[in-house]
Nanobody, 129 residues
Framework: QVQLVESGGGSVRAGDSLRLSCAAS?????????????MGWFRQAPGKEREFVGG????????RYADSVKGRFTISRDNVNNILFLQMNALKPEDTAVYYC?????????????????WGQGTQVTVSS
């Protein structure tokens, strides 16, 4: 079974930076290695739906971002140590949310939460003005 554990959240001021990490372990129910699957970061603010932040393919050579974070956030992965990262720069109060990492069961980066079968427990990011 896949386990995803996020870390790195916290409370910062607008303009600050944070780096989130997601430690991945295990195998999917189909036996697929986690290093073979696309992964993504999502976030959910109070009273709002979970939204796509960024995604990365299995090799790290292809990434995709939500327009709201493009140019400020960078997603990357370390397939040796099975860690997914989200570098967040120039943070804004509207970035405040619980951030989740997720493993996709398909073969391409997807912005749709239902295509991700495995989720971490989330880490809180709070940005004050």
């Amino acid at each position: 079974q896949v386990q995803l554990v996020e870390s790195g959240g916290g409370s910062v001021r607008a303009g600050d930076s944070l780096r989130l990490s997601c430690a991945a372990s295990g195998r999917t129910m189909s036996g697929r290695p986690i290093t073979d699957a696309p992964m993504g970061w999502f976030r959910q603010a109070p009273g709002k739906e979970r939204e796509f932040v960024g995604g990365i393919n299995w090799s790290g050579g292809n990434t995709r971002y939500a327009d709201s974070v493009k140019g400020r956030f960078t997603i990357s992965r370390d397939n040796v140590n099975n860690i997914l990262f989200l570098q967040m720069n120039a943070l804004k109060p509207e970035d405040t949310a619980v951030y989740y990492c997720a493993l996709n069961i398909g073969n391409v980066i997807s912005i749709t939460p239902t295509t991700y079968a495995y989720w971490g427990q989330g880490t809180q990011v709070t940005v004050s003005s």
